[in-house]
């Protein structure tokens, strides 16, 4: 029994759509001033051994760190436990899979089938078979309400008709004197006059009969509802009515109340409302899950005391979350989040500022990403034909990952996007899968049985079943030479579905760089994810790439990420003001009100002094135009002291090529985000390293073993050279064709490729 420290372990999980990663550290007994890592590696799904993939590593982890036998099932003791992370794609696959929780909308009178008509956008606009996703509530009720806003934002002279307020900023000074009013009220018509977060003046046309409310909403719940999402017009400036309605909701006993004010009080009502019946649909199912997980610990875990372990989760901002903050939709990329944070803080250097791409090549999907000095955040994403309004990495995700089913159909080589998953798994898997990538690689000798984990089987003891992979690609390519003139070699056809998969995996990454004007070969290629290693080499060929980086824990970057990541907290108003230098000061006022709040709210975690950072921005757009751009103004834009004008103009140039120089400037958010550091400093970059690095090329006879491995122009190698990562020093050079592997990774090398060791990296340079 090996004597651990309480409260001394850090354990992070990410349960991917084939493989559960954790990464865990604790203080080295040999050397308490010093961490030793556990990395285990187990699949997502084995119900015949272990109900929850998470909660089977982390017991794993503890008999490792421990020394003691823990029976599977047993209830964990978490004193030893500093801090669990998780990622997780619960809530992803649930909206994919549309096995959401069932929930009811209740929405203002007369906007009944809103959400279903959307916003007329047609992506497959020359489809004759049209079909749209069908919405993800269940039911419908129409709440008799309504508000609407004062005067016109399209009139030239809003800013003069304005209803004119006091300075107590609640009652009116004069009313509004523009088109429509009604020449004796303050406004255009009866109802009373209040002043919305924005600052916009709201007329309440009608007040909802909360007494019909509760009784539609007992009939809700009495039909076997428990979730709920609550949209209205113009709450995300008035939410008193939603707030009312939801606070009813919850009397009568739902157990989900999405409010859409509460989630983003964002202007547009349609992604406003979507977003709310994802959150309704999405977190009923995802506390279902962290259920389970926590009743696999002691209650210690849930109870949120300081001297308890901590539970942390990585948002789809690339924050941490703690329990009370995480919900269904700010889950969504909850899992690829983690991997851009990952290889975003090991690669990014701060002197030399090289951009970076993100290639996470996973066993269901390829998600990529960039990087150049922040994280790139979009506010409004599609998924799976659900338009949500939330803030996410920018990650575009392609079906081709390890896991990608290989088809022939129609003359056409298919790579996904049909996946094998992990039950049954691709054929070597041993559980009877479809042809997958895994299988074509493991036949190209990119894959080696006796070094890859022997985790398949009944038994879970079983090595890769390369037979079951040629069998089923001879049977392939009897088909494929059948409808071809040439005779083609098993070899040749293998290689032809990589070949077709790299090129599907390419595609996102052009559409991140060269579709926004940046030249991808000036970038450096991050690859990660369990079979990133084995891709990377061709793809950055295909790209132009000449610098690829590739962390040790390269096959379970998404989890080690989560031990980098930063505790996150945000606030968000509506606003409907023009940038002008007399609004400036007001604007820098409210900024400065929820700065005060969100550093409240993180001391509240834990966090405060120079641990916390904070970025204030506004979301602006030029009057007349329908897309707002969230600023954050640096050191160059124009006075230096927060000039969101001057930042603005730079970014709007840079999204669009023009600027709009005739028109105003409209603020629609005021936004602060706070992040609480959870490590100083995270060492020497790799660029600096291999600079200063000297060079020892490794000789053949330091090789592990040879394989035979088939490469792109140059065919079948017999004699490649297999290194093992762990007997291989900081320094040591070696050149390709070659194949170096560890526990959890297998990273090909392409003939002409130069690989050097850094303490951290793999760092490859491709020839010309």
Known sequence: MIEVPDRSIRICADRGGTFCDVHASYPDPGNPNERKDIIVKLLSQDTANYGDAPTEGIRRVLEIATGETIPRGSVLDTSKIDYIRLSTTVATNALLERKGHRHALLITKGFKDLLLIGNQSRPRIFDLNIRRPSPLYSEVVEVDERVTLVGYTSDPKSEDNAIQWNDDGSSIQRGYRGPGWDGEGDAEGPGDIVRGISGEAV?????????????????????????????????????????????????????????????????????????????????????????????????????????????????????????????????????????????????????????????????????????????????????????????????????AGGGSCLTFRNGLFLAGPESAGAQPGPACYRKGGPLAVTDANLLLGRLIPDYFPKIFGKSEKEPLDSEASRVAFEKVAKEINESHEINLDLDDIVYGFIKVANETMCRPIRALTEARGYSTGKHVLASFGGAGGQHACEIASLLGIKTILIHRYSSILSAYGLALADRAYELQEPSSTFYSAQTRQYLIVRLDRLTSDVKAELKRQGFEGDRVRVERMLNMRFEGTDTALMVLPNENDGDSAEDFEAAFRRVYKAEFGFLLDTKSIIVDDVKVRGIGKTFDYLGESVYSEVERLERSPVTRSQADSTYSVYFDKVGRVADTPVFLLDNLGVGDEVTGPAMIIDNTQTIVIVPGARVVLTSKHLYITLGE
Request: proline content about 5%; overall charge neutral; charged content about 20%.
């Open 203 to 399: 007329r309440i046309l009608k007040r909802p009969d909360l007494n019909l409310v509760r009784h539609n909403l007992q009939r809700l719940y009495d039909n076997g509802y428990r979730s709920l999402a609550i949209v209205l017009v113009h709450s995300y400036t008035f939410p008193e009515h939603e707030i009312q309605i939801g606070k009813l909701a919850r009397e009568v006993g739902f157990t989900q109340v999405s409010e859409s004010s509460q989630l983003l009080p964002m202007i547009k009502m349609v992604p406003r409302g979507v977003s709310s019946t994802a959150d309704a649909y999405l977190t009923p199912i995802l506390r279902e899950y962290l259920d389970g997980f926590f009743y696999g610990f002691d209650a210690k875990l849930k109870d949120g005391r300081i001297k308890s372990p901590r539970v942390e989760f990585m948002g789809s901002d690339g924050g941490l979350l703690d329990l009370n903050n995480f919900s269904g939709l700010k889950s969504i990329l909850s899992g690829p989040a983690g991997g851009v944070v990952g290889y975003a803080l090991t690669s990014w250097d701060a002197d030399r500022k090289y951009p970076i791409i993100g290639l996470d090549v996973g066993g269901t999907s390829t998600d990529v990403s960039r990087f150049d000095g922040r994280y790139e955040v979009v506010y409004e994403t599609t998924t799976a034909g659900v338009t949500i309004q939330s803030p996410q990495l920018d990650i575009n995700t392609v079906a």
